[in-house]
């Protein structure tokens, strides 16, 4: 740890003032996680998610948004790498200096500071108000299980859904008429393959940024964090599974190809992918919760991931991303409606989503990008009717690139519809 001049962390919170001010000549997007950032809570608002995907962006939506007095800190700036928390306090007179009276205080990517919690229980216990970011699932929930019990309420960020996407793109997702369908069939066809992360929509070079990125989580979110014992063997790993994925990995399997002396290695590997949002985790259905613990499924947070990096390979199967693009739409509206989803896998046939309220089955949604072939269409409608029979849910949905129907089977009614229509109504519905 070091120590840094107060003078030196004046200038770096006032450049950092001066960039932040520069967003408000930016275009931006309106994020539906807005409306669940309650400002005037007493607890701190923690927003969680993957590197890039807009969190810093939606705090500063928010809090101009409300049109009260802030500061900012962002922690993942360079020259503030290996601040000694014993400093915060120097943060907290520096910031006071540069703004003035504040009852708010945005501070971004926390978990680079060891220590923070105690910090932060010091600004709520002076009623401040603070929004947080942060990159890591599990530094943040340990933290805040340890030093802020009760006092936090954390909201989750994924990449731009593709009705945020068309809003970016100035296309209107909404509209029937012949010309603009075509427009956002051809914007969901981007969409699919270049994914959702915000930065993404102004960048030529996809490949690099995405290899960049990773490379960034990869080695500064969890190999020093963590640190990894086998570095080259472990990213390794994570490529592969982005190159498989969506996959029900085995972990006997994976510690095997990789030469990993025992699975409890690849269990924590893997854990630690899904706590720094690169990989996100799906439960097979079951009504038992040990067949519930076993098998788990993991998708890419985003199709950027599968087909953007260098030697990937995921990008040749237009499949997989179409059912990572419905997972990734579908983890974000559970997150934010309190639902959970799972995976159905029998020896007779699989469901890729069942969507429950609790014991209660809303939905159960098959994805394929083609149907045109009668063998697939018997094989998705089976899943369906396999999934109904498990779960008495009737409400059955077959998800497509482009077709649009409904389909009888033995009285029950299957809605099938294409995706871009499907996630551009979502968060809206």
């Not at 947080?132 to 929930?141: E, F, I, Q, R, V």
């Not at 159905?344 to 429950?356: A, H, M, N, P, W």
């Not at 009737?394 to 089977?409: F, H």
Request: hydrophobic fraction near 35%.
């Amino acid at each position: 740890m070091k120590t840094i001049d107060k003078r030196v962390l004046e200038v770096i919170f006032s450049d950092q003032k001066k960039e932040i001010g520069n967003w408000k000549n930016d275009y931006l997007c309106s994020r539906i996680e807005e409306k669940m950032v309650d400002l005037e809570s007493p607890q701190a608002q923690v927003i969680i998610g993957v590197r890039r995907s807009g969190k810093s962006t939606l705090c500063f939506q928010v809090l101009e948004g409300a049109k009260v007095n802030y500061a900012y800190a962002d922690f993942d700036d360079e020259r503030l790498a290996g601040l000694d928390s014993s400093q915060l306090n120097d943060v907290l007179e520096v910031m006071y200096k540069i703004y003035g009276e504040f009852k708010y205080i945005f501070l971004d990517e926390i978990q680079n500071i060891d220590g923070w919690p105690l910090f932060v229980n010091r600004l709520l216990r002076a009623r401040i108000h603070v929004v947080l970011t942060g990159s890591n699932a599990k530094l943040l929930s340990n933290d805040l299980a340890t030093h802020l019990t009760g006092r936090s309420s954390e909201i989750s960020l994924y990449p731009f859904s593709f009705s945020e996407y068309c809003v970016m793109k100035s296309v209107d997702c909404y509209s029937q008429t012949t010309k603009d369908i075509a427009e956002q069939r051809k914007t969901f066809d981007e969409y699919l393959l270049a994914g959702g992360f915000p930065e993404l929509i102004k960048i030529k070079n996809a490949k690099k940024y995405i290899s960049n990125l990773i490379d960034n989580i990869l080695n500064r979110d969890i190999e020093q964090r963590y640190n990894i014992v086998f570095p080259a063997q472990f990213e390794s790993m994570s490529h592969h599974l982005l190159n498989i994925s969506p996959c029900v990995f085995s972990t006997a399997d994976l510690a095997e190809t990789f030469n990993f002396k025992s699975m409890h290695t690849v269990r924590n590997y893997i854990k630690y992918l899904k706590e720094a949002y690169i990989l996100v985790g799906m439960q097979r259905y079951s009504a038992k919760s040990k067949q519930r613990a076993v098998r788990e499924k993991v998708y890419a947070v985003d199709v950027a991931f599968m087909n953007q990096r260098e030697n990937a390979f995921a990008g040749e199967n237009i499949g997989w991303r179409l059912e990572t693009s419905v997972a990734n739409h579908l983890f974000r509206k559970c997150k934010n409606e309190g639902w959970d989803i799972y995976y159905l896998s029998e020896r007779s046939g699989e469901c890729d989503f069942i969507i429950c309220n609790g014991n209660n089955v809303l939905q159960c949604i098959q994805v394929s990008y083609d149907i045109s072939s009668e063998k697939t269409r018997k094989r998705e409608i089976n899943g369906l009717l396999i999934a109904n029979k498990m779960t008495y849910c009737e409400n059955l949905l077959l998800l497509t690139d482009c077709e649009y129907g409904d389909i009888d089977q033995g009285g029950l009614k299957i809605q099938v519809r294409p995706v871009y229509e499907w996630s551009a109504k979502l968060f809206v519905e």
